[in-house]
């Protein structure tokens, strides 16, 4: 029986979208004439982790538009994972949509993503909303320490037996799927990640697993583009809201608020959400809803 979750909702409509030849799982909420909004997951996830927040924006007047990133959910896997791939099955996305500037908001790594797409074509966005996804500048993730640390023979063999197939990516049953995720994302839901495995997650003859193809993480090796970002936050021309999770969790940004501060664009609008983790819009979602509904204001 598949599980269900209080507000979360499955698309209206589910397309493919060809990127330079790599095909991109996309779902919708709303009225297909409703102006688009575009919703970007973090990494390790994928389009449905919205079934909270787009049918809340869908009532509030809006057509949300998110897409499997490429490895991830139903997207195709590629031999090719880059930031600038990412970006530019983005863009292809917001192609499929509308010529028109629209708003943006992404979450986690989705919101760095859209930093980099802001920053090359800025026209193409009237708003922007990051929910726990503000670039940063973490001593911890330095360039020189990736070298010095990941970027080794026991780093890389450390990150291969973690990420193959080889590994425990495969569990025996969906009880166990999902008892390896709750452990991963502590705060969230147990109801809420049984939903998300029925969502994202396969039975295969090796056992349960996810459908995303652990190669994906490579965007996230060598100097980490989020702080290729953070100097450029200044020069953001849309208007800009980020939400952050004040809980810091083992998969949260490492930086502290007042960091990122000096760095932000005139005008930009930030929330610390003192009680809430990485997963602002699971954890709280008729807040963030709501917050990010008043932001965008009905066009």
Known sequence: ???????????????????????????????????PVLLAHGIGDFARGFDLLGPALAEGGWRAVAWDQRGHGDSDPTDLYSWQAD?????????????????????????SLLGWA????????SQLVLLDGLSFNSPGLAAQDLWNGLLTEQGLQKWIARHTDGQARCMPTRAALVAQRAKANPRLPQAWIEYLVDQGACDTAEGW????????VAPLIGPHPSQWMLPRLCGMSPPLLAI???????????????????????????????????????EAPPATAQRVLNFLKKP
């Open 118 to 125: 802001v920053q090359a074509l800025p026209w193409r966005f």
């Open 87 to 111: 970006v530019r099955d983005l863009m292809a996305v917001a192609a499929s949509c509308s010529s028109a500037p629209m708003p943006a908001i992404g979450h986690s790594k989705g919101g």
């Open 209 to 216: 697993r996810w459908k995303h193809d652990p190669r994906a």
């Open 1 to 35: 029986m598949t599980a269900t979750f209080p507000g979360a909702r499955a698309p209206e409509r589910e397309r493919v979208v060809d990127a330079h030849g790599v095909r991109l799982h996309v779902c919708e909420w709303g009225a297909s004439d409703a102006p």
């Open 244 to 282: 952050v999770g004040g809980v810091r969790e083992s998969i949260s940004w490492k930086v502290a608020l007042s960091e990122i501060e000096p760095h932000l664009p005139p005008g930009a609008q930030v929330d610390d959400w003192t009680d809430i983790g990485h997963f602002v819009h699971i």
